[in-house]
């Protein structure tokens, strides 16, 4: 019998604007049928990751205003509800923790107690490059440089899910990002209205179409899901996607990370099987005048809340079947440094969005800012190992079990966010 895999693989197709070419699988006329459409896999869960590169600063994101140690390291950074008066005062929370006022559009989810933030989160290997941290963190392997596959890959094949769908997991990036590598499908698509299916005339020499090639197969299965297959592709290519509202006439920013969230709401919406989306934030790494209440950190962090704010509400009717989560590689120096910034640190925080997530909470364990208290006397230190949040999630959301196997090697806890 011929696999789908061996049958792409020898066949010369392409899918253009793709990142990946890997196996195509079977399925999904329902995709097409929209009366039929509420069947399969609206059933689905739905992890959307953001990737926030160049590592967040985590004590300006959600800052612990009271603590005075904080305030005489940061000077010109420091930004608090009461310090700061009027236009720019930091959001309390809790009254230790308050929100950037640039993440004000995140407010709203977490009084609903919908946005938990896990602060001191990062990794247990201290490296301060960003290579080498976003390698362990999307590989979820941080002491081992040589793993080949990345953890939402292996999400996606615990879920066991592969062969239903080629739109499992899903990165609205260029290229596919780390955390998708390995041997499960996985694609990269930049932008929907590019989506595309063509034959690479080049490799095989034929003028025949990727439709009349799988017609060919001996296959009666693979002919017949091969079809179905084709149709959401096509799909992906019609005015569905191009003519998109989004709900309640939702205005995403107009910024890289804005149009990926609006691609993954379609995608979600078009109910062609994603369980796992990945997308980027970049802009993070504030060596040089970082700001207050304004700046380089207040604008990537307006982008992002916006972001997620306006794919929140653009899930309406779906919110229970999505969970956002946020990630960084590290945070940043509780010092400022002297060109008004700050350097390579080590814990952060993050943002995990669900109407089942136990929100409303500022988790884990930040200490006292005093020198003695701080990572080689200069960092927030690592309180929450990155896997157990990741893991805790996986498990709560996706109803993965095996934590050893989503992150070999890693034996502790998993991170408790549901409610109960």
Not at 84 to 103: C, E, M, P, T
Request: hydrophobic share 35%; glycine share 10%; aromatic share 10%.
């Amino acid at each position: 019998m011929v696999t789908r895999r061996a049958f792409l693989k020898s066949s010369g197709i392409g899918l253009f604007g793709v990142g990946l070419l890997g196996g195509i699988p079977s399925f999904l006329a329902d995709v097409v049928a929209e009366h039929k459409r509420a069947s399969l896999y609206s059933k689905r869960k739905v992890l959307v990751c953001i990737f926030q590169r160049g590592a967040m600063d985590g004590l300006m994101a959600v800052t612990p205003f009271d603590d005075k140690y904080l305030q005489a390291a940061r000077p010109d950074l420091y930004v608090g509800p009461s310090l700061v008066q009027g236009k720019g005062a930091s959001i309390d929370l809790d009254g230790r923790f308050s929100l950037h006022s640039s993440l004000s559009p995140l407010e709203r989810l977490f009084r609903e107690e919908r946005l938990a933030i896990v602060h001191g989160i990062g990794s247990p290997n201290t490296t301060r490059s960003h290579f080498d941290a976003q390698d362990y963190m999307e590989s979820g392997t941080p002491f081992e440089k040589n793993t080949t596959s990345g953890w939402l890959n292996r999400a996606v094949g615990l879920l066991g899910h592969e062969a239903i769908t080629p739109f499992s997991a899903v990165s609205m990036t260029p290229s596919l990002p780390r955390s998708f590598y390995g041997q499960n499908n996985a694609l990269a698509i930049q932008d929907l209205k590019n989506f595309k299916v063509q034959e690479r005339a080049s490799l095989r020499g034929t003028a025949k179409s990727f439709e009349e090639l799988y017609e060919e197969t001996s296959s009666s299965l693979l002919r017949e899901t091969s079809k179905e297959s084709f149709e959401a592709m096509k799909l992906l290519q019609s005015d569905v996607v191009k003519n998109y509202t989004p709900a309640k006439n939702v205005r995403y920013p107009v910024s890289n990370l804005g149009k990926s969230l609006k691609q993954v709401a379609q995608l979600i919406k078009l109910d062609v099987g994603l369980e796992v989306a990945f997308t980027e934030s970049n802009g993070w790494d504030t060596h040089y005048n970082q700001g207050g209440p304004n700046g380089s950190f207040a604008r990537n962090a307006e982008d992002l809340a916006q972001s997620i704010a306006s794919f929140w509400e653009d899930m309406d009717g779906y919110q229970d079947e999505v969970v956002l989560m946020t990630m960084t590689e590290f945070g940043r120096t509780v010092h400022q440094n002297g060109t008004k910034g700050t350097d390579h640190g080590r814990a952060s925080c993050n943002f995990i969005l669900g109407n089942y997530v136990d929100g409303g909470k500022v988790y884990g364990d930040v200490p006292v800012l005093a020198t003695e208290n701080l990572e080689d006397g200069r960092d927030l230190p690592v309180t929450t190992d990155f896997r157990a949040v990741f893991a805790g999630v996986a498990h709560d959301h996706l109803q993965l079990q095996d934590a050893d196997k989503l992150f070999p090697g890693y034996t502790g806890d998993r991170f408790a966010l549901w409610k109960k």
